[in-house]
């Protein structure tokens, strides 16, 4: 009977780890566009957009991220904004790791040596072309450890989309689990995916990173 | 826009739960860790491989999903277990304990990595001097190993710890009355939901905002006495 149980459940569980998927990458694409400017806003020598970005980044890194979902979807309906659960959740998970993101590329930023700074101004470069020629390309290979790590902790964040009635793979686990009264079983199963999810994740991450810091080698 | 319905009270109480919850945790996380971490440095390859196995596999858990496994289907697994040896048993699980007992488990997951790469950055030397002079074991571990991979392993740490500090709010979702929970209550009576969502989240971030200057303190007091690397 327990076998045939993980059988049957196996199949609404990998269905719906298509949203946990989906989610993961949007979010982060999203997050890290918004991640950007806010990094070079941290670093910037205005002071309204340097204070905005620093309360910015605290205020999403210092709450849950379950608050700040309900704070979206349950909240903003009170002064006027209503989203639904998928849009919700979206809007929420990408401003999250928009903050984390953002702190990541701040690190990145500040190990480029200020030497090379220097030398690409003197050599006449525009500030333009010294951020996109010579920071950002080496940021990229600075960040992408901690990078890696935040995208393993973003798969591990759309589990909470499940707590706005969204059916990711935790939401569908929790609904089978409900149904069949064998949480035991289904929870297993739906970590065994998860586990799956991350390991192949952080072995692509591996990869990537030989790829991009070739020349250090 | 504070105002808050009479809900304050009911809102302070759920934060005093949530401090205790968070308290209870780091306690179990912090022993879980170390125990994990000796296994991992221990010469017996069984207890080597089991540890490796129990971080690895919460660390690539969900939080949420590794609550709801402990709370839901850990009391079911002991009592399968136990019913192997013929004993017929239901631990009932409140969810203050299925929360603690969660949280703890998941912080020790991590702690144990962290734990491992500080005992190991002591220097061996050291560690054959302390028992040149004959200190057993034991004190070795308590006067010459710790009290140094304490201070090395305690970043790390302060990152879990702020995490642990927001991730107590997902045991709400398995009904626990702390400041999340009481705050949704009040929500469902004063239809003010992001008045009463936006005043949680204020309260989240004065303790983690507290945790930190906790864990500033620490890091300060563990470093007593040595010269730190100037960048």
Redo the contacts between chains.
């Keep these: 009977m327990i076998p045939d149980l993980i059988v049957e459940s196996l199949a609404p569980l990998l269905k719906s780890s298509v949203l946990t998927i989906h989610l993961t990458c949007l979010t982060l694409a999203i997050g890290a566009c918004l991640a950007l400017p806010l990094a070079l806003g941290r670093l910037s020598r205005n002071r309204w957009i340097a204070g905005f970005c620093f309360v910015y980044v605290?205020?999403f890194r210092?709450?849950?991220?379950?608050?700040?979902i309900?704070?979206i979807y349950?909240?903003?309906?009170?002064?006027g904004l209503t989203f639904s659960a998928y849009v919700s959740a979206l809007l929420s998970l990408s401003l999250n790791t928009a903050a984390y993101t953002a702190e990541i590329i701040r690190g990145g930023i500040q190990a480029v040596p200020a030497g090379e700074i220097e030398s690409a101004s003197a050599m006449g470069m525009k500030r333009r072309q010294v951020l996109y020629r010579i920071i950002l390309p080496q940021m990229v290979g600075f960040a992408l450890p901690a990078y890696g790590n935040e995208i393993i902790l973003q798969?591990?964040?759309?589990?909470?989309a499940?707590?706005i009635t969204l059916m990711d793979l935790?939401g569908m686990?929790?609904t089978l689990?409900a149904d069949t009264y064998a949480?035991?079983e289904i929870?297993?199963v739906?970590?065994v995916i998860?586990?799956v999810m991350?390991?192949s994740t952080s072995k692509c991450v591996t990869w990537m990173e030989k790829r991009w810091t070739v020349y250090r080698s | 826009m504070f105002d808050l319905k009479g809900y304050g009270n009911q809102i302070a109480t759920g934060a005093w739960v949530t401090v205790e919850i968070f308290l209870a945790s780091l306690a179990l996380g912090l022993i879980f860790g170390l125990i994990t971490a000796l296994a991992k440095l221990s010469r017996r390859a069984g207890i080597r491989k089991a540890a490796d196995l129990y971080s690895d596999l919460i660390r690539g858990l969900p939080e949420l999903l590794t609550i709801l496994l402990v709370y839901f289907g850990l009391p079911i697994l002991i009592a399968r277990l136990l019913s192997l040896f013929g004993i017929d048993f239901y631990l009932e699980v409140t969810p203050f304990a299925g929360g603690v007992a969660a949280l703890g488990i998941y912080f020790g997951a991590y702690a144990g990595e962290i734990f491992r790469g500080a005992i190991l950055s002591v220097p061996k030397g050291q560690i054959e001097a302390a028992h040149a002079f004959a200190l057993p074991s034991f004190q070795v571990y308590r006067r010459v190993i710790l009290p140094q991979a304490w201070r090395i392993a305690l970043p790390g740490l302060g990152n879990m710890t702020l995490a642990l500090m927001k991730n107590t709010a997902l045991v709400s979702i398995i009904g626990l009355d702390e400041l999340m929970r009481k705050t949704s209550m009040a929500t469902a009576v004063t239809h003010q939901p992001f008045t009463f969502y936006f005043t949680a989240s204020l309260i989240y971030l004065a303790l983690t905002i507290l945790t930190s200057i906790a864990m500033h303190f620490l890091e300060h007091r563990a470093s007593r006495g040595v010269k730190e690397a100037q960048a």
């Design positions: 605290y205020y210092g709450t849950p991220l379950l608050v700040q309900f704070l349950y909240g903003l309906p009170q002064i798969i591990k964040a759309t589990s909470l499940s707590t935790t686990a929790r689990a949480p035991l929870f297993s739906a970590g998860y586990l991350v390991f």
